[in-house]
């Protein structure tokens, strides 16, 4: 196991390293400078600019100044952001996007989970439509509107809760459940799936016939075993919603790193590229990690040694 | 009592002609794996009633433009913001087609005699005055095109990779996953915005790179699936019995996973959907004057509170292709599973 | 839009959130409006002087030297003073200056006279080697900043050769003759240096605090010193999306500024905003353009609406053969319908715009507009334009022209775009125009390059002198960029850049400007003006006394007042 785990490791960094590559040559195809108002300075000063930044010596030599760099920790200084270093803004940012996710994400799998289970044991009643209902419903509608709706209608008409901004618990209440709707939906549908498929399967059918009680049936061997493709699914999804939702972010003033990042593609911050890619795929292979070792722990018939059967 | 059994004589019994050859003989006719499954999705009357609408949706998707007066991107500014008035049911006032908006002091007003235009927009007009029936199919067409490319390559690509890559094991199963770990950590928005400077903006740049990165989520479940089967009784017999990889993998494992792949491939669509409709919603999605579900949806999100029919149709809309889709993937995935056969 | 000034820059940051913003603006009517708002402050004030404030985006810098942001231009004037400072309408006002420069015969040489009892937020005055160590700093190759240069050169002696190391940073045009006096050398006369001075590029820094932070400075609102009429109390650096000013009661005229606090909060989606605003949540809220957000609050007291000297218009390449002939152009500058463009599409109170120096921008020495003294040109003419088309098209030997138009990503642009395009094919039998959206950088790009048929742009300021709005079309000129070129035209340019630039001559180079303004649209059709744009945004009316501006800084908060 700890040797399994070191050779992933060691993979991690190699996977790390090749994303960094690809994203740092493809980010310098995309024409135009990085810099506000760059056109309208004098050649002279342009060359200021560029000296400063190093931007001016060629692409592998920035290349190789950068992962040096990386390597070191220090992931540069944010364009758009006068002197500021990118670890900084990504500290300050990921935060907020962080705390959002993960409550979504566990809001959102608690929920998802117990309505698939529901809709599972209750197949084709008007529980399991119900169920498969608001699990539809949920990633059929784009979060935008979910939230525009919820701001609107809870916030502003109703004033429960505030309508922005990031002061208090009471302030992530809206957001986490807009970006909780896709969460739901994705695990309420894999959930049922497997539930179903599971409860028909022999084991199930001898546990019965052992006399084991559904509730002792449904728990200890359905769920665990119907839970391995959920967890896969769940994941990258985990991943992808502590890196922040733009839309949610926006409609709610979150502070936090979705925004700024789409906002830095747009105006060629390259450093903050970089430093927000290179954050989320640490985030995704670590991630991918866990998942894998989970699949072991979860459904003992999956060997972890890599298939070397 | 006795005297009637005696007429039944011996010689009235005749020994049956008994045909070995035809002891394995099925009555009914013999069905195919899709005739089967065909069989038990017409049981599920939910999916049918699905199926029938997203057939009726996908010919009004063609249909739909032709039937009303206007184009979809024929502009009359004079006439924008109306909403949705249609002859016969303009005098029912409880249905929201008679043509009135609500001020923001909530009195009603009718904003077709208050600007006095004779016409009929069936779902209103948007800021330019266009006839949103018209974009609404057009945009059905656009969207469901980019959803069933996405789902094409879902399946095609991801489920050969993930079943490759989790069959096959050890070192090879390490780069492969790996590789999507690399594809999955390279944004797409810078993807999207390299294929907007490579090819021009509209429709491809947008399905190309929904197909680099969309398929890796369908080839992770189809590996872990994969993983899970392969040690199990039924590949070990096939395996014994001499069957190759191929057909292993497409023949015995791949049937087993219907219902996830399935499953997997209707979420794919609805993702196709709103990675558009997000691109629309930062600007980089459709060009205009062609219209997607996600490009109204997102125009409709700007008027929500003054002009709410503009994002209450297509969101209907996108809503109800999901639902089938979905409900429809049901009935697929109870149908097609080996293990769910009664 | 492109590398126009600080506003636009801030249209070009703001390329994700959904609406276009751009500099404050202002007419004359707008001030009298002003007058009325200030006479209402004898109402009685609230007890609580605190101000929600929502902006669109974060301040990316602190430091004045460096900045060339329109949201930062706005803080430093709330935060800092210069020399001068612009009043609500528009008129230049002494900051720290004592009074109106002192100028020389030829008008080169500025003596200012700074007032004595301004103090930093440390407890140092405020002397004329603050102001000399910042200028210097600005122009410093080694500083690296970006709107040093160029707001200096050519304007301020030395400025050129100093960038070119022809000449040692301390050889710059500013003198500091005794503590409280400073000596500006011009490089030619400017007839509009005063209002060129109130840009925060000329704020004062004090130099012992600056050196002793060093890389730290501007850090965050510890790592600042302050002079103006509020402190800045929270900022946690250029990626906060909240920070608080309070009152400064050292400034010289706290007397007179009645908030105590302002909370600024970052909301980057308009109708968030707007939903903001309606909870009661927020006081004021950053800029709103869609159509239909407005339509909620038209006719409401909530709604604050000017017009702002940003004009916009289509850019024809002449790179392209069609565009290079002028019947052509003319009939796609009269093709466009641009009242259904500013009432239906618009529908934000923008105006249509027939000219290149927008209304309400500059007056002329006896107080009249620019636009009051000269013609418009080019209006929609829809016959006229099918005239011109064919006339075109036959002597470019053309049956049909398709041209690529090259627009921004916004919403709001979008749909311009789309009416721009629809007009244009109806209009011209055998036009074609293919619409390609970018994202702002990318459309820059384009435009540096030339790769574009038609490309929607527009300018904002850089200084109050239909100057700024002219220069951009000289032969080769760094804004150019779509071929136009007409000796003509550039000797007259040339001519109210320099001759025509000294004392007395006034009203002669108001004239010539007009005159290059007539050849650009008139005689070569070679731009065509589509609308002059209107600020919209909602702020409680309860708060009394908020003034916008026309260029530098969108607006100052010291002469607010919160009425019960």
Same mark, same amino acid.
């Given at each position: 196991?700890?040797?399994?785990?070191?050779?992933?490791?060691?993979?991690?960094?190699?996977?790390?390293?090749?994303?960094?590559?690809?994203?740092?040559?493809?980010?310098?195809?995309?024409?135009?400078?990085?810099?506000?108002?760059? !056109?309208?300075?004098?050649?002279?000063?342009?060359?200021?600019?560029?000296?400063?930044?190093?931007?001016?010596?060629?692409?592998?030599?920035?290349?190789?100044?950068?992962?040096?760099?990386?390597?070191?920790?220090?992931?540069?200084?944010?364009?758009?952001?006068?002197?500021?270093?990118?670890?900084? +803004?990504?500290?300050?940012?990921?935060?907020?996007?962080?705390?959002?996710?993960?409550?979504?994400?566990?809001?959102?799998?608690?929920?998802?989970?117990?309505?698939?289970?529901?809709?599972?044991?209750?197949?084709?009643?008007?529980?399991?439509?119900?169920?498969?209902?608001?699990?539809?419903?949920?990633?059929?509608?784009?979060?935008?509107?979910?939230?525009?709706?919820?701001?609107?209608?809870?916030?502003?008409? +109703?004033?429960?809760?505030?309508?922005?901004?990031?002061?208090?618990?009471?302030?992530?209440? +809206?957001?986490?459940?807009?970006?909780?709707?896709?969460?739901?939906?994705?695990?309420?549908?894999?959930?049922?799936?497997?539930?179903? !498929?599971?409860?028909?399967?022999?084991?199930?059918?001898?546990?019965?016939?052992?006399?084991?009680?559904?509730?002792?049936?449904?728990?200890?061997?359905?769920?665990?075993?119907?839970?391995?493709?959920?967890?896969?699914?769940?994941?990258?999804?985990?991943?992808?919603?502590?890196?922040?939702?733009?839309?949610?972010?926006?409609?709610?003033?979150?502070?936090?790193?979705?925004?700024?990042?789409?906002?830095?593609?747009?105006?060629?911050?390259?450093?903050?590229?970089?430093?927000?890619?290179?954050?989320?795929?640490?985030?995704?292979?670590?991630?991918?990690?866990?998942?894998?070792?989970?699949?072991?722990?979860?459904?003992?018939?999956?060997?972890?040694?890599?298939?070397?059967? | 009592?006795?005297?009637?059994?005696?007429?039944?004589?011996?010689?009235?019994?005749?020994?049956?002609?008994?045909?070995?050859?035809?002891?394995?003989?099925?009555?009914?006719?013999?069905?195919?794996?899709? &005739?089967?499954?065909?069989?038990?999705?017409?049981?599920?009357?939910?999916?049918?009633?699905?199926?029938?609408?997203?057939?009726?949706?996908?010919?009004?998707?063609? #249909?739909?433009?032709?039937?009303?007066?206007?184009?979809?991107?024929?502009?009359?500014?004079?006439?924008?913001?109306?909403?949705?008035?249609?002859?016969?049911?303009?005098?029912?006032?409880?249905?929201?087609?008679?043509?009135?908006?609500?001020?923001?002091?909530?009195?009603?007003?009718?904003?077709?005699?208050?600007?006095?235009?004779?016409?009929?927009?069936?779902?209103?007009?948007?800021?330019?005055?266009?006839?949103?029936?018209?974009?609404?199919?057009?945009?059905?067409?656009?969207?469901?095109?980019?959803?069933?490319?996405?789902?094409?390559?879902?399946?095609?690509?991801?489920?050969?990779?993930?079943?490759?890559?989790?069959?096959?094991?050890?070192?090879?199963?390490?780069?492969?996953?790996?590789?999507?770990?690399?594809? #999955?950590?390279?944004?797409?928005?810078?993807?999207?915005?390299?294929?907007?400077?490579?090819?021009?903006?509209?429709?491809?740049?947008?399905?190309?790179?929904?197909?680099?990165?969309?398929?890796?989520?369908?080839?992770?479940?189809?590996?872990? &699936?994969?993983?899970?089967?392969?040690?199990?009784?039924?590949?070990?017999?096939?395996?014994?019995?001499?069957?190759?990889?191929?057909?292993?993998?497409?023949?015995?494992?791949?049937?087993?996973?219907?219902?996830?792949?399935?499953?997997?491939?209707?979420?794919?669509?609805?993702?196709?959907?709103?990675?558009?409709?997000?691109?629309?919603?930062?600007?980089?999605?459709?060009?205009?004057?062609?219209?997607?579900?996600?490009?109204?949806?997102?125009?409709?999100?700007?008027?929500?509170?003054?002009?709410?029919? &503009?994002?209450?149709?297509?969101?209907?809309?996108?809503?109800?292709?999901?639902?089938?889709?979905?409900?429809?993937?049901?009935?697929?995935?109870?149908?097609?599973?080996?293990?769910?056969?009664? | 839009?492109?590398?126009?000034?600080?506003?636009?820059?801030?249209?070009? *940051?703001?390329?994700?959130? %959904?609406?276009?913003?751009?500099?404050?603006?202002?007419?004359?009517?707008?001030?009298?409006?002003?007058?009325?708002?200030?006479?209402?402050?004898?109402?009685?004030?609230?007890?609580?002087?605190?101000?929600?404030?929502?902006?669109?985006?974060?301040?990316?810098?602190?430091?004045?030297?460096?900045?060339?942001?329109?949201?930062?231009?706005?803080?430093?004037?709330?935060?800092?003073?210069?020399?001068?400072?612009?009043?609500?309408?528009?008129?230049?006002?002494?900051?720290?200056?004592?009074? %109106?420069?002192?100028?020389?015969?030829?008008?080169?040489?500025?003596?200012?006279?700074?007032?004595?009892?301004?103090?930093?937020?440390?407890?140092?005055?405020?002397?004329?080697?603050?102001?000399?160590?910042?200028?210097?700093?600005?122009?410093?190759?080694?500083?690296?900043?970006?709107?040093?240069?160029?707001?200096?050169?050519?304007?301020?002696?030395?400025?050129?050769?100093?960038?070119?190391?022809?000449?040692?940073?301390?050889?710059?045009?500013?003198?500091?003759?005794?503590?409280?006096?400073?000596?500006?050398?011009?490089?030619?006369?400017?007839?509009?240096?005063? *209002?060129?001075?109130?840009?925060?590029?000329?704020?004062?820094?004090?130099?012992?605090?600056?050196?002793?932070?060093?890389?730290?400075?501007?850090?965050?609102?510890?790592?600042?010193?302050?002079?103006?009429?509020?402190?800045?109390?929270?900022?946690?650096?250029?990626?906060?999306?909240?920070?608080?000013?309070?009152?400064?009661?050292?400034?010289?005229?706290?007397?007179?500024?009645?908030?105590?606090?302002?909370?600024?909060?970052?909301?980057?989606? @308009?109708?968030?905003?707007?939903?903001?605003?309606?909870?009661?949540?927020?006081?004021?809220?950053?800029?709103?353009?869609?159509?239909?957000?407005?339509?909620?609050?038209?006719?409401?007291?909530?709604?604050?609406?000017?017009?702002?000297?940003?004009?916009?218009?289509?850019?024809?390449?002449?790179?392209?053969?069609?565009?290079?002939?002028?019947?052509?152009?003319?009939?796609?500058?009269?093709?466009?319908?641009?009242?259904?463009?500013? /009432?239906?599409?618009?529908?934000?109170?923008?105006?249509?715009?027939?000219?290149?120096?927008?209304?309400?921008?500059?007056?002329?020495?006896?107080?009249?507009?620019?636009?009051?003294?000269?013609?418009?040109?080019?209006?929609?003419?829809?016959?006229?334009?099918?005239?011109?088309?064919?006339?075109?098209?036959?002597?470019?030997?053309?049956?049909?022209?398709?041209?690529?138009?090259?627009?921004?990503?916004?919403?709001?642009?979008?749909?311009?775009?789309?009416?721009?395009? /629809?007009?244009?094919?109806?209009?011209?039998?055998?036009?074609?125009?293919?619409?390609? *959206?970018?994202?702002?950088?990318?459309?820059?790009?384009?435009?540096?390059?030339?790769?574009?048929?038609?490309?929607?742009?527009?300018?904002?300021? /850089?200084?109050?002198?239909?100057?700024?709005?002219?220069?951009?079309?000289?032969?080769?000129?760094?804004?150019?960029?779509?071929?136009? *070129?007409?000796?003509?035209?550039?000797?007259?340019?040339?001519?109210?850049?320099?001759?025509?630039?000294?004392?007395?001559?006034?009203?002669?180079?108001?004239?010539?400007?007009?005159?290059?303004?007539?050849?650009?649209?008139?005689?070569?059709?070679?731009?065509? @003006?589509?609308?002059?744009?209107?600020?919209?945004?909602?702020?409680?009316?309860?708060?009394?006394?908020?003034?916008?501006?026309?260029?530098?800084?969108?607006?100052?908060?010291?002469?607010?007042?919160?009425?019960?």
């Amino acid at each position: 196991m700890a040797k399994y785990i070191m050779k992933r490791i060691v993979y991690m960094i190699i996977t790390l390293f090749i994303v960094a590559s690809l994203t740092f040559f493809l980010m310098k195809l995309i024409p135009g400078s990085p810099f506000n108002n760059f !056109e309208k300075l004098s050649e002279v000063q342009q060359n200021i600019l560029l000296d400063k930044y190093g931007l001016k010596d060629p692409v592998p030599v920035q290349y190789f100044h950068y992962m040096v760099n990386m390597v070191k920790g220090d992931l540069g200084v944010s364009f758009q952001f006068d002197n500021t270093p990118v670890t900084e +803004l990504l500290v300050n940012r990921v935060g907020p996007s962080a705390q959002l996710g993960l409550q979504a994400m566990v809001v959102g799998a608690i929920i998802g989970i117990i309505l698939g289970v529901l809709a599972a044991l209750k197949q084709n009643t008007w529980i399991d439509y119900l169920c498969t209902f608001i699990a539809v419903v949920g990633k059929s509608i784009p979060s935008f509107i979910f939230a525009g709706l919820m701001q609107y209608y809870i916030a502003v008409k +109703l004033g429960w809760l505030p309508v922005m901004l990031w002061r208090g618990p009471e302030y992530t209440i +809206l957001p986490t459940i807009a970006l909780a709707m896709f969460p739901i939906s994705i695990a309420a549908r894999f959930m049922r799936t497997e539930m179903v !498929e599971v409860l028909g399967s022999d084991y199930i059918t001898l546990a019965k016939a052992k006399g084991a009680s559904s509730f002792q049936i449904s728990v200890k061997h359905a769920l665990r075993n119907a839970l391995i493709p959920v967890v896969t699914v769940l994941g990258p999804l985990a991943v992808s919603l502590m890196t922040g939702s733009l839309v949610i972010e926006q409609i709610f003033g979150v502070p936090g790193i979705g925004e700024q990042f789409v906002k830095s593609i747009n105006v060629n911050d390259y450093p903050v590229i970089m430093g927000t890619n290179i954050l989320f795929a640490v985030l995704f292979v670590i991630v991918t990690l866990i998942v894998d070792l989970l699949y072991g722990i979860i459904d003992p018939r999956i060997r972890i040694s890599g298939g070397k059967s | 009592m006795t005297t009637k059994e005696n007429t039944i004589s011996k010689d009235m019994f005749v020994p049956a002609h008994v045909d070995p050859a035809k002891s394995e003989k099925i009555a009914k006719k013999s069905l195919n794996f899709w &005739q089967d499954s065909w069989l038990r999705v017409r049981k599920n009357k939910g999916a049918v009633i699905c199926l029938v609408i997203l057939v009726v949706l996908i010919i009004m998707a063609f #249909v739909g433009p032709l039937l009303t007066p206007y184009s979809y991107d024929t502009q009359t500014t004079k006439y924008n913001n109306l909403p949705p008035r249609i002859q016969g049911l303009e005098d029912v006032h409880w249905l929201p087609f008679d043509g009135t908006l609500t001020r923001k002091d909530g009195t009603e007003y009718n904003a077709y005699e208050v600007r006095k235009v004779d016409a009929y927009y069936w779902f209103g007009t948007d800021n330019l005055g266009r006839d949103i029936f018209a974009r609404l199919w057009k945009g059905t067409q656009v969207s469901l095109f980019i959803a069933f490319m996405a789902a094409l390559v879902d399946m095609l690509i991801g489920v050969t990779y993930g079943a490759v890559s989790g069959y096959l094991g050890g070192r090879v199963d390490s780069i492969m996953q790996r590789i999507i770990e690399v594809i #999955v950590g390279i944004p797409n928005l810078i993807i999207v915005v390299l294929m907007i400077l490579v090819l021009k903006p509209g429709i491809i740049p947008i399905i190309v790179a929904l197909t680099i990165t969309g398929w890796t989520s369908m080839a992770r479940v189809v590996r872990g &699936q994969v993983l899970k089967f392969k040690n199990q009784e039924f590949v070990l017999a096939a395996k014994t019995l001499g069957a190759s990889d191929l057909s292993i993998i497409f023949k015995h494992m791949i049937p087993n996973m219907f219902g996830i792949i399935i499953i997997n491939t209707m979420f794919s669509i609805p993702n196709a959907i709103f990675f558009e409709a997000f691109l629309s919603f930062i600007g980089l999605g459709l060009q205009e004057p062609h219209a997607s579900l996600g490009t109204l949806v997102n125009d409709g999100f700007k008027s929500m509170i003054a002009f709410p029919y &503009q994002m209450i149709i297509p969101s209907i809309m996108i809503a109800l292709i999901m639902v089938c889709f979905n409900l429809v993937a049901d009935g697929l995935r109870d149908a097609l599973d080996p293990k769910m056969r009664d | 839009m492109k590398k126009s000034k600080l506003s636009l820059l801030l249209v070009l *940051s703001l390329v994700l959130s %959904m609406f276009l913003a751009a500099c404050g603006g202002g007419d004359k009517n707008e001030g009298k409006e002003k007058g009325n708002k200030k006479a209402n402050t004898e109402e009685q004030l609230a007890d609580k002087q605190e101000l929600n404030v929502l902006e669109s985006a974060e301040i990316p810098t602190m430091d004045s030297v460096m900045n060339q942001d329109v949201l930062g231009a706005t803080m430093f004037n709330a935060v800092n003073e210069g020399l001068y400072r612009l009043d609500p309408d528009q008129k230049v006002i002494p900051g720290v200056a004592e009074g %109106m420069p002192e100028y020389n015969a030829d008008k080169t040489v500025l003596t200012i006279k700074l007032k004595k009892d301004t103090k930093w937020s440390n407890g140092d005055p405020v002397t004329a080697h603050d102001f000399v160590f910042a200028w210097q700093r600005a122009i410093d190759p080694k500083t690296a900043s970006p709107y040093g240069p160029y707001f200096m050169m050519g304007k301020i002696k030395n400025a050129t050769e100093i960038v070119n190391k022809k000449a040692k940073v301390e050889d710059l045009g500013i003198k500091a003759k005794d503590d409280y006096t400073l000596e500006i050398s011009l490089a030619t006369p400017i007839p509009y240096i005063e *209002s060129y001075l109130t840009y925060s590029l000329f704020y004062p820094q004090n130099k012992k605090y600056v050196e002793e932070q060093g890389k730290n400075y501007a850090k965050d609102a510890d790592h600042l010193l302050y002079n103006g009429p509020f402190k800045m109390t929270k900022w946690k650096g250029p990626t906060a999306t909240e920070w608080v000013l309070e009152k400064n009661e050292d400034y010289w005229d706290a007397k007179n500024v009645t908030l105590t606090k302002i909370n600024f909060n970052v909301s980057k989606d @308009p109708q968030a905003s707007a939903n903001a605003f309606t909870a009661g949540e927020a006081d004021i809220t950053p800029k709103l353009a869609q159509a239909a957000i407005l339509s909620q609050f038209e006719g409401s007291d909530d709604l604050l609406r000017y017009l702002e000297p940003s004009n916009w218009w289509l850019k024809m390449n002449e790179k392209n053969k069609a565009l290079k002939n002028e019947n052509i152009r003319r009939a796609i500058a009269l093709a466009v319908d641009k009242k259904a463009l500013v /009432d239906d599409v618009l529908a934000n109170g923008s105006i249509v715009s027939d000219f290149i120096v927008p209304k309400g921008f500059t007056v002329d020495k006896n107080g009249k507009d620019f636009r009051d003294t000269t013609d418009s040109y080019l209006k929609t003419n829809k016959e006229e334009a099918k005239k011109y088309w064919e006339k075109g098209l036959k002597e470019t030997g053309l049956k049909e022209v398709t041209l690529t138009y090259v627009g921004q990503d916004t919403d709001t642009a979008k749909t311009t775009d789309a009416f721009i395009k /629809d007009q244009l094919e109806k209009t011209l039998p055998g036009m074609k125009i293919n619409i390609e *959206s970018v994202p702002f950088k990318i459309r820059i790009a384009r435009e540096d390059s030339e790769q574009y048929d038609l490309l929607m742009g527009g300018w904002g300021p /850089d200084y109050q002198d239909p100057m700024t709005f002219m220069d951009l079309w000289v032969t080769g000129g760094g804004n150019n960029h779509m071929n136009y *070129s007409n000796p003509e035209f550039d000797k007259l340019i040339d001519a109210a850049n320099h001759e025509l630039a000294k004392p007395g001559k006034e009203e002669e180079r108001w004239k010539t400007l007009q005159k290059a303004e007539k050849i650009v649209l008139e005689e070569d059709a070679a731009l065509a @003006p589509l609308y002059q744009r209107s600020v919209n945004l909602l702020i409680n009316p309860k708060v009394k006394g908020f003034a916008h501006h026309a260029f530098g800084p969108d607006y100052s908060y010291q002469w607010i007042k919160i009425v019960k």
